[in-house]
């Protein structure tokens, strides 16, 4: 396997890894994360839905 292939092949790995980390520390820095456990909703449905709400 050439050098262009495996970056292209782990790229995606890369990209996610960092959007995870970026996405989960804004989530964690002003406490939103701590805010969703204590809610009614589950923490999925809350984060899930907090991107969506901009979108409509």
Do not use: D, N
């Amino acid at each position: 396997m050439s050098l262009a292939a495996t970056v292209i092949a782990w790229l995606p790995l890369a990209v996610a890894v960092y959007a995870g980390g970026v996405l989960t520390g804004r989530e964690l820095e002003p406490g939103t994360a701590a805010l969703s456990w204590t809610q009614s909703v589950t923490p999925v449905r809350g984060l899930a839905a907090k991107p969506t709400l901009p979108a409509c």
